[in-house]
Protein backbone atom coordinates (compact mmCIF):
# COMPACT_ATOMS: atom_id res chain seq x y z
CA UNK A 1 0.00 0.00 0.00
CA UNK A 2 3.23 2.18 0.67
CA UNK A 3 5.51 3.53 -2.39
CA UNK A 4 7.83 4.03 0.77
CA UNK A 5 9.68 2.33 2.97
CA UNK A 6 10.60 5.68 4.61
CA UNK A 7 11.44 5.09 8.62
CA UNK A 8 12.02 8.22 10.93
CA UNK A 9 15.68 7.15 11.20
CA UNK A 10 18.59 6.61 8.29
CA UNK A 11 21.35 3.91 8.51
CA UNK A 12 23.64 7.15 7.06
CA UNK A 13 23.20 11.19 7.39
CA UNK A 14 22.54 10.94 3.62
CA UNK A 15 18.97 12.37 3.20
CA UNK A 16 17.52 8.81 2.98
CA UNK A 17 15.09 8.29 0.45
CA UNK A 18 13.24 10.90 0.97
CA UNK A 19 12.79 13.71 -2.17
CA UNK A 20 14.76 16.72 -1.12
CA UNK A 21 13.88 20.45 -2.09
CA UNK A 22 14.28 23.49 -0.93
CA UNK A 23 12.74 26.96 0.17
CA UNK A 24 13.22 29.58 0.13
CA UNK A 25 15.29 32.51 2.36
CA UNK A 26 13.08 35.09 2.57
CA UNK A 27 9.66 35.68 1.13
CA UNK A 28 8.52 38.43 -1.15
CA UNK A 29 5.94 39.76 1.62
CA UNK A 30 8.93 40.74 3.72
CA UNK A 31 8.67 43.78 1.61
CA UNK A 32 6.39 46.74 1.60
CA UNK A 33 6.73 47.25 -2.35
CA UNK A 34 2.67 46.41 -3.88
CA UNK A 35 3.63 47.47 -7.27
CA UNK A 36 6.72 44.62 -7.28
CA UNK A 37 5.09 42.08 -5.53
CA UNK A 38 3.17 39.06 -7.70
CA UNK A 39 -0.31 38.14 -7.16
CA UNK A 40 0.99 35.03 -5.56
CA UNK A 41 4.98 34.12 -5.06
CA UNK A 42 5.92 30.45 -6.70
CA UNK A 43 8.08 28.67 -4.83
CA UNK A 44 9.26 25.00 -6.45
CA UNK A 45 10.56 23.07 -3.52
CA UNK A 46 11.76 20.46 -6.35
CA UNK A 47 9.54 20.12 -10.06
CA UNK A 48 6.89 17.99 -8.13
CA UNK A 49 5.79 20.08 -5.10
CA UNK A 50 4.85 23.72 -5.50
CA UNK A 51 4.49 26.05 -2.49
CA UNK A 52 2.67 29.18 -3.22
CA UNK A 53 1.75 32.14 -1.18
CA UNK A 54 -0.47 34.95 -2.08
CA UNK A 55 0.72 38.70 -1.60
CA UNK A 56 -0.11 40.75 1.51
CA UNK A 57 -0.89 43.59 -0.75
CA UNK A 58 -4.53 41.67 -1.15
CA UNK A 59 -4.53 40.54 2.04
CA UNK A 60 -2.85 41.03 5.11
CA UNK A 61 -3.23 36.59 5.99
CA UNK A 62 -1.13 35.95 3.00
CA UNK A 63 -1.60 32.16 3.35
CA UNK A 64 0.35 29.20 1.84
CA UNK A 65 -1.36 27.14 -0.97
CA UNK A 66 0.66 23.69 -1.63
CA UNK A 67 0.78 22.09 -5.30
CA UNK A 68 1.30 18.31 -5.48
CA UNK A 69 2.01 16.65 -8.88
CA UNK A 70 1.75 12.84 -8.95
CA UNK A 71 1.98 10.65 -12.18
CA UNK A 72 -2.05 10.43 -12.49
CA UNK A 73 -3.23 13.58 -10.68
CA UNK A 74 -2.13 16.20 -9.07
CA UNK A 75 -3.44 17.73 -5.95
CA UNK A 76 -4.17 21.61 -4.40
CA UNK A 77 -3.99 22.34 -1.00
CA UNK A 78 -6.57 25.40 0.12
CA UNK A 79 -7.33 27.68 -2.64
CA UNK A 80 -6.16 31.40 -0.96
CA UNK A 81 -7.96 34.17 1.20
CA UNK A 82 -10.01 36.94 -0.09
CA UNK A 83 -8.94 38.84 -2.79
CA UNK A 84 -6.54 36.08 -3.75
CA UNK A 85 -7.57 35.48 -7.45
CA UNK A 86 -5.32 31.76 -7.24
CA UNK A 87 -6.96 30.79 -10.47
CA UNK A 88 -4.41 32.48 -13.17
CA UNK A 89 -1.51 31.76 -11.21
CA UNK A 90 -2.59 28.38 -10.82
CA UNK A 91 -2.88 28.04 -14.34
CA UNK A 92 0.37 29.28 -15.14
CA UNK A 93 1.73 26.34 -12.64
CA UNK A 94 0.12 23.68 -13.94
CA UNK A 95 0.78 24.32 -17.77
CA UNK A 96 4.35 24.97 -17.36
CA UNK A 97 4.31 21.52 -15.60
CA UNK A 98 2.48 19.91 -18.06
CA UNK A 99 4.98 21.65 -20.80
CA UNK A 100 7.61 20.51 -18.91
CA UNK A 101 6.71 16.98 -18.59
CA UNK A 102 5.49 16.81 -22.41
CA UNK A 103 1.88 15.99 -21.29
CA UNK A 104 -1.77 18.26 -22.09
CA UNK A 105 -3.70 17.86 -19.02
CA UNK A 106 -3.56 16.36 -15.51
CA UNK A 107 -6.93 16.04 -13.23
CA UNK A 108 -6.48 18.28 -10.29
CA UNK A 109 -8.25 18.25 -6.77
CA UNK A 110 -9.06 20.80 -4.72
CA UNK A 111 -9.05 20.06 -1.19
CA UNK A 112 -8.12 22.05 2.17
CA UNK A 113 -6.30 22.09 4.82
CA UNK A 114 -9.63 23.11 7.02
CA UNK A 115 -12.97 25.14 6.61
CA UNK A 116 -11.60 28.84 7.31
CA UNK A 117 -12.43 31.51 4.51
CA UNK A 118 -8.59 32.65 4.57
CA UNK A 119 -8.00 29.17 2.97
CA UNK A 120 -11.32 28.48 1.05
CA UNK A 121 -11.94 31.72 -0.58
CA UNK A 122 -10.83 30.66 -4.30
CA UNK A 123 -12.90 27.67 -4.08
CA UNK A 124 -15.89 29.10 -6.47
CA UNK A 125 -13.45 30.35 -9.00
CA UNK A 126 -11.78 27.07 -9.42
CA UNK A 127 -15.06 24.88 -9.29
CA UNK A 128 -16.43 27.39 -11.68
CA UNK A 129 -13.26 26.71 -14.08
CA UNK A 130 -13.52 24.66 -17.46
CA UNK A 131 -9.73 24.66 -18.46
CA UNK A 132 -9.58 21.13 -20.40
CA UNK A 133 -5.44 20.86 -19.22
CA UNK A 134 -6.94 21.03 -15.61
CA UNK A 135 -10.63 19.12 -15.14
CA UNK A 136 -10.94 20.40 -11.30
CA UNK A 137 -12.22 16.93 -9.13
CA UNK A 138 -13.57 19.65 -5.76
CA UNK A 139 -13.41 18.06 -2.43
CA UNK A 140 -15.78 20.81 -0.23
CA UNK A 141 -14.03 21.00 3.52
CA UNK A 142 -16.31 19.24 4.87
CA UNK A 143 -16.25 15.95 7.12
CA UNK A 144 -18.61 13.92 5.24
CA UNK A 145 -17.14 15.31 1.81
CA UNK A 146 -14.02 14.22 3.44
CA UNK A 147 -14.44 10.80 5.14
CA UNK A 148 -15.89 9.98 1.16
CA UNK A 149 -12.70 11.16 -0.58
CA UNK A 150 -9.86 9.98 1.50
CA UNK A 151 -11.57 6.84 3.17
CA UNK A 152 -11.41 7.99 6.57
CA UNK A 153 -13.71 5.47 8.49
CA UNK A 154 -14.05 7.39 11.89
CA UNK A 155 -13.87 10.98 12.27
CA UNK A 156 -11.54 11.68 14.00
CA UNK A 157 -9.85 8.97 14.75
CA UNK A 158 -9.03 6.77 11.53
CA UNK A 159 -7.03 8.15 9.02
CA UNK A 160 -6.99 8.19 4.89
CA UNK A 161 -5.37 8.69 1.71
CA UNK A 162 -5.42 9.89 -1.69
CA UNK A 163 -3.02 8.47 -4.08
CA UNK A 164 -2.01 10.79 -6.84
CA UNK A 165 -0.11 7.89 -8.77
CA UNK A 166 3.58 7.02 -7.66
CA UNK A 167 2.69 9.36 -4.35
CA UNK A 168 0.67 8.44 -1.71
CA UNK A 169 -0.23 11.20 0.86
CA UNK A 170 -1.45 10.29 4.46
CA UNK A 171 -4.62 12.46 5.54
CA UNK A 172 -5.56 12.92 9.41
CA UNK A 173 -8.16 14.48 10.84
CA UNK A 174 -7.01 17.05 13.58
CA UNK A 175 -9.69 19.39 14.56
CA UNK A 176 -9.54 22.14 17.41
CA UNK A 177 -8.37 24.90 15.20
CA UNK A 178 -11.57 24.28 13.34
CA UNK A 179 -14.05 21.56 12.61
CA UNK A 180 -12.48 20.12 9.29
CA UNK A 181 -8.90 20.70 9.77
CA UNK A 182 -7.00 18.26 8.59
CA UNK A 183 -2.94 17.43 8.06
CA UNK A 184 -1.64 15.61 5.28
CA UNK A 185 1.51 13.81 5.10
CA UNK A 186 3.60 13.38 1.59
CA UNK A 187 5.56 10.29 2.17
CA UNK A 188 7.57 11.33 -1.27
CA UNK A 189 9.19 14.40 0.75
CA UNK A 190 8.38 13.80 4.89
CA UNK A 191 6.58 16.97 4.10
CA UNK A 192 3.29 17.33 6.74
CA UNK A 193 0.97 20.45 5.82
CA UNK A 194 -0.17 21.38 9.61
CA UNK A 195 -2.88 23.82 8.61
CA UNK A 196 -3.61 26.21 11.13
CA UNK A 197 -2.85 23.66 13.80
CA UNK A 198 0.97 24.16 14.01
CA UNK A 199 2.48 27.34 12.14
CA UNK A 200 5.18 29.91 13.35
CA UNK A 201 2.33 32.18 14.88
CA UNK A 202 -0.54 32.65 16.76
CA UNK A 203 -2.39 29.02 17.50
CA UNK A 204 -6.15 29.65 17.75
CA UNK A 205 -7.89 27.16 19.57
CA UNK A 206 -11.25 26.94 19.22
CA UNK A 207 -12.44 23.74 20.66
CA UNK A 208 -9.50 22.67 22.89
CA UNK A 209 -10.00 19.18 24.14
CA UNK A 210 -9.75 18.30 20.27
CA UNK A 211 -6.86 20.27 19.68
CA UNK A 212 -5.06 18.59 22.48
CA UNK A 213 -5.95 15.43 20.95
CA UNK A 214 -5.35 16.13 17.30
CA UNK A 215 -2.06 17.53 18.23
CA UNK A 216 -1.64 14.10 19.99
CA UNK A 217 -2.88 11.78 17.16
CA UNK A 218 -0.47 13.66 15.02
CA UNK A 219 2.72 12.99 17.12
CA UNK A 220 1.57 9.24 16.78
CA UNK A 221 1.01 9.08 13.27
CA UNK A 222 4.25 11.01 12.90
CA UNK A 223 6.17 8.76 15.39
CA UNK A 224 8.76 5.92 13.20
CA UNK A 225 8.35 8.19 10.34
CA UNK A 226 10.48 10.27 8.43
CA UNK A 227 9.47 13.75 9.06
CA UNK A 228 11.38 16.51 6.81
CA UNK A 229 9.19 19.62 7.78
CA UNK A 230 6.18 20.86 9.12
CA UNK A 231 4.32 23.43 6.85
CA UNK A 232 1.63 25.69 8.19
CA UNK A 233 0.27 28.13 6.57
CA UNK A 234 0.62 31.52 7.99
CA UNK A 235 3.82 33.08 9.47
CA UNK A 236 2.75 35.57 12.31
CA UNK A 237 6.25 35.33 14.31
CA UNK A 238 9.11 37.14 13.67
CA UNK A 239 12.69 35.61 13.80
CA UNK A 240 13.12 37.06 16.88
CA UNK A 241 11.75 34.48 19.99
CA UNK A 242 8.94 34.98 21.35
CA UNK A 243 7.91 37.71 19.39
CA UNK A 244 4.80 37.79 16.97
CA UNK A 245 3.93 40.65 14.26
CA UNK A 246 0.46 42.60 15.84
CA UNK A 247 -2.57 40.82 14.17
CA UNK A 248 -3.62 42.13 10.87
CA UNK A 249 0.09 43.11 9.71
CA UNK A 250 0.79 43.34 6.08
CA UNK A 251 4.62 43.27 5.15
CA UNK A 252 7.05 41.07 8.03
CA UNK A 253 10.53 41.89 7.56
CA UNK A 254 13.02 39.47 9.31
CA UNK A 255 9.79 36.92 9.43
CA UNK A 256 10.38 32.73 10.94
CA UNK A 257 10.87 30.87 8.75
CA UNK A 258 7.95 28.69 7.40
CA UNK A 259 9.27 25.40 8.07
CA UNK A 260 9.07 24.08 11.67
CA UNK A 261 10.78 20.38 12.93
CA UNK A 262 8.60 17.47 14.34
CA UNK A 263 9.92 18.27 17.33
CA UNK A 264 8.01 21.69 17.93
CA UNK A 265 4.42 19.13 17.98
CA UNK A 266 6.12 17.79 21.11
CA UNK A 267 6.60 20.98 23.11
CA UNK A 268 2.90 22.30 21.89
CA UNK A 269 1.93 19.39 23.56
CA UNK A 270 3.87 19.82 26.69
CA UNK A 271 2.60 23.35 26.96
CA UNK A 272 -1.32 21.56 26.03
CA UNK A 273 -0.59 19.15 28.95
CA UNK A 274 0.33 21.80 31.46
CA UNK A 275 -2.37 23.67 31.21
CA UNK A 276 -4.87 20.67 32.96
CA UNK A 277 -7.82 21.11 30.46
CA UNK A 278 -8.43 25.05 31.17
CA UNK A 279 -7.08 27.19 27.84
CA UNK A 280 -5.01 30.16 28.68
CA UNK A 281 -2.81 32.15 25.99
CA UNK A 282 0.68 31.53 26.70
CA UNK A 283 3.81 32.50 24.17
CA UNK A 284 6.41 29.96 22.90
CA UNK A 285 9.88 30.21 21.41
CA UNK A 286 8.36 29.69 17.66
CA UNK A 287 4.62 30.45 18.24
CA UNK A 288 1.80 30.93 20.60
CA UNK A 289 -1.22 29.22 22.02
CA UNK A 290 -3.87 31.55 21.13
CA UNK A 291 -7.54 29.91 22.72
CA UNK A 292 -10.09 31.94 20.43
CA UNK A 293 -13.33 29.90 21.93
CA UNK A 294 -16.24 32.48 23.80
CA UNK A 295 -14.87 34.52 26.47
CA UNK A 296 -11.18 34.81 24.64
CA UNK A 297 -9.57 38.22 23.55
CA UNK A 298 -11.17 41.86 24.33
CA UNK A 299 -12.74 44.46 22.31
CA UNK A 300 -10.06 46.60 23.28
CA UNK A 301 -7.82 43.89 21.24
CA UNK A 302 -10.12 43.79 18.43
CA UNK A 303 -10.28 47.52 18.06
CA UNK A 304 -5.76 47.59 17.88
CA UNK A 305 -6.19 44.61 15.11
CA UNK A 306 -8.49 46.65 13.26
CA UNK A 307 -6.40 49.98 13.27
CA UNK A 308 -3.17 48.25 12.29
CA UNK A 309 -5.20 47.10 9.28
CA UNK A 310 -6.35 50.40 8.12
CA UNK A 311 -3.27 52.10 9.02
CA UNK A 312 -1.42 49.40 6.97
CA UNK A 313 -3.60 49.29 4.16
CA UNK A 314 -3.35 53.53 4.04
CA UNK A 315 0.12 53.47 3.44
CA UNK A 316 0.29 50.03 1.16
CA UNK A 317 1.18 52.30 -2.03
CA UNK A 318 3.52 54.23 -0.25
CA UNK A 319 7.56 53.01 -0.62
CA UNK A 320 8.84 55.86 1.73
CA UNK A 321 7.21 54.56 4.59
CA UNK A 322 7.04 50.96 4.48
ZN1 LIG B 1 -8.04 28.78 10.28
ZN1 LIG C 1 -5.69 30.66 8.47
Known amino acids: MSVSTAVAQFPQPDGGNLERGTLPARWYSEDAKCMEIPEWQVHEYNPNFIIMRQSPCTDYEK ?35 LTRNGRTSIPLIVTHTHEHEDHTWGDKALQALNDPAMPIIFVPSEVEASKRFFGIANWPRDTGQIDLGGRVLDVI ?11 FYDRNTGVVL ?25 IAFTKGKPVAHLLGNHIE ?21 LAMPRGELLELDEALVAMHGTPKREALRDFSVWPSGPGFGSAAERNAYKKNVEEQRAKMWDQTKP
Open 63 to 97: PFVFLFFGKEKAMLVDTGSRNGNLTPALQLVVKNW
Open 173 to 183: PIPGHSKVSIA
Open 194 to 218: SGDTMYPGRLYVQDFPAFQASVERL
Open 237 to 257: ESSTPFLDYPVGTMYQPNEHE
